[in-house]
């Protein structure tokens, strides 16, 4: 007799307490909550063979994008495997188990794909659903994000017990794929059923950065205080966006403060809180701040990850750490790894080809001060840079250093060019923007002066 999850989809399961326990896990998943490794555990502590839950955490583990984890994964794929031999699964849980094998085979998209030709089937799915989300988040597809969400999305009532979390992600789709208009409304939308959504809190929160209202931003996520705090290093992202509204409206002093007090309160080289802290610095440091000895600490750890590979938008951050840390050696062979992987038949090898090489390779010109290099390097990539995954915000840290190193290499044209592209992008202007346009306008300005024939000193006879 096999036992139903709390979405009404049957499991190979008939523990009724490892069932609660995978209950507990699913929803802690849904609001990123710090308490799912510890339900997962117990979980599988009560049902060694639930290969479902097996196969969820491998695909936990490949989502954090850590070379370790690869190994615990592929021991939760044989054992999953073993486990289906004794006991049929269903079609559900296979799919889950397949997208984990395909995965590390090199095909995160597979995985998606798998996961959404699941979720047409049971597209009350929550868990489903959420996993696709994720996976396509990594692989920086936006419309397959949205995509997945609309097929399923009038399956969905409001007695669903997943409905909050559908909500946040369709918000987070929808912000990513322009409609900030509606992305705000469904983010605000599902708070009302799942207040512990911070995916949707965020989501909101992407909206007003994107549109340029950092400080209505700012008062959204100072008024929601508890809709992050049970979060497990997703938290820290959430403060880094209110770091993000407090360097747009000028209060340098409070992004930075939160950046210790918060954004780096642990030092972790978890690949997300290294992401924050080095586009947080880079922020800073193009808005004339001195950010003292902080890239250090990041760059130490950043060194330890070099040969991670695992997540071409982990490698450049990690890669701007070593770059501003000091750190020579361990940027030369983070970039070999890039140019070797560039190489591989694998989405991770597509990725790194069209986005993640060339743009590594500006990074270290722009470093090295070789400013127009840097800047034929960086927009060579800039269409494709979508790929290495994250959000625009997220992705905005690399349009901003290719901006700066437009105007250094004395290109005030193509500087603009690109500035009111990442506006109409955005929807709106922000502190940045105006402040390089206006830098843009003067250096025109000078330009003129310089090529006025009539200002030129003129010999006497």
Same mark, same amino acid.
């Given at each position: 007799m096999r036992l139903s999850d709390q979405f009404g989809y049957d499991l190979t399961l008939t523990d009724k307490d490892a069932l609660a326990a995978w209950n507990e896990t699913v929803r802690a998943f849904l609001a990123h909550g710090k308490t799912t490794p510890t339900h997962l555990e117990t979980c599988l502590t009560l049902a060694p063979d639930f290969a479902l839950a097996h196969a969820a955490r491998g695909l936990f583990c490949l989502l954090l994008g850590r070379k370790e984890l690869y190994h615990t994964a592929?021991?939760?794929?044989?054992?999953?495997? !073993?486990?289906?031999?004794?006991? %049929?699964?269903?079609?559900?849980?296979?799919?889950?188990?397949?997208?984990?094998?395909?995965?590390? *085979?090199?095909?995160?998209?597979?995985?998606?794909?798998?996961?959404?030709?699941?979720?047409?089937?049971?597209?009350?799915?929550? #868990?489903?659903?959420?996993l696709v989300h994720a996976i396509r988040f990594v692989l920086g597809d936006s419309v397959g994000m949205r995509q997945s969400i609309?097929? $399923?999305?009038? !399956? &969905?009532?409001?007695?669903? %017990?997943?409905?909050? &979390?559908?909500?946040?992600?369709?918000?987070?789709?929808?912000?990513e794929t322009g409609e900030y208009r509606l992305a705000e409304a469904s983010g605000r939308r599902g708070l009302e059923f799942a207040r512990d959504d911070a995916w949707g809190l965020? @989501? $909101?929160?992407?909206?007003?950065?994107?549109?340029?209202?950092s400080e209505e931003g700012a008062g959204w996520l100072e008024n929601h205080p508890d809709g992050w705090a049970h979060c497990n290093n997703f938290g820290y992202h959430v403060w880094w966006h209110l770091a993000l509204m407090y360097l747009d409206q000028g209060e340098a002093d409070k992004?930075?403060?939160?950046?210790?007090?918060?954004?780096?309160?642990?030092?972790?080289?978890?690949?997300?809180?290294?992401?924050n802290a080095a586009s947080l610095l880079v922020r800073l440091e193009l808005d004339g701040v001195d950010t003292g000895s902080r890239w250090d600490e990041?760059?130490?750890?950043?060194? =330890?990850?070099?040969?991670?590979?695992?997540?071409?938008?982990?490698?450049?951050?990690?890669?701007?750490?070593?770059?501003?840390?000091?750190?020579?050696?361990?940027?030369?062979?983070?970039?070999?790894?890039? =140019? *070797?992987?560039? /190489?591989?038949?694998?989405?991770?090898?597509?990725?790194?080809?069209?986005?993640?090489? %060339?743009?590594?390779?500006?990074?270290? /010109?722009?470093?090295?001060?070789?400013?127009?290099?840097?800047?034929?390097?960086?927009?060579? @990539?800039?269409?494709?840079?979508?790929?290495?995954?994250?959000?625009?915000? *997220?992705?905005?840290?690399?349009?901003?250093?290719?901006?700066?190193? @437009?105007?250094?290499?004395? #290109? %005030?044209?193509?500087?603009?060019?690109?500035?009111?592209?990442?506006? /109409? =992008?955005r929807g709106a202007l922000d502190r940045f923007a105006e402040q390089r346009l206006d830098t843009c306008e003067k250096m025109h300005r000078a330009q003129e002066v310089m090529q006025d024939k009539k200002l030129r000193a003129t010999g006497s006879v």
């Open positions: 592929r021991e939760c794929l044989s054992i999953a495997r !073993a486990s289906a031999k004794e006991r %049929p699964l269903t079609d559900r849980e296979t799919a889950i188990v397949d997208a984990l094998d395909a995965w590390l *085979q090199g095909f995160p998209s597979r995985s998606a794909d798998l996961l959404d030709a699941s979720l047409v089937k049971v597209p009350e799915d929550t #868990l489903t659903m959420k609309e097929r $399923v999305f009038s !399956a &969905y009532s409001e007695h669903h %017990p997943g409905y909050g &979390y559908l909500m946040g992600c369709r918000a987070f789709s929808l912000e965020h @989501a $909101v929160a992407h909206v007003h950065d994107m549109t340029g209202r992004a930075l403060a939160l950046y210790d007090t918060d954004i780096r309160k642990d030092k972790t080289d978890d690949y997300r809180d290294i992401s990041l760059a130490l750890l950043s060194d =330890k990850r070099a040969e991670d590979g695992c997540n071409v938008f982990a490698d450049l951050h990690y890669l701007l750490a070593l770059l501003n840390g000091g750190r020579r050696m361990g940027a030369d062979r983070l970039l070999a790894g890039l =140019k *070797q992987r560039a /190489q591989s038949e694998t989405d991770i090898g597509r990725i790194t080809a069209e986005a993640g090489l %060339p743009t590594g390779l500006g990074l270290e /010109q722009y470093r090295k001060g070789n400013y127009a290099s840097a800047f034929t390097l960086l927009t060579s @990539a800039r269409d494709n840079l979508y790929l290495v995954g994250g959000s625009h915000a *997220q992705r905005d840290v690399f349009e901003r250093i290719t901006i700066d190193a @437009a105007l250094r290499a004395g #290109l %005030p044209g193509d500087a603009e060019r690109l500035i009111k592209s990442r506006s /109409q =992008k």
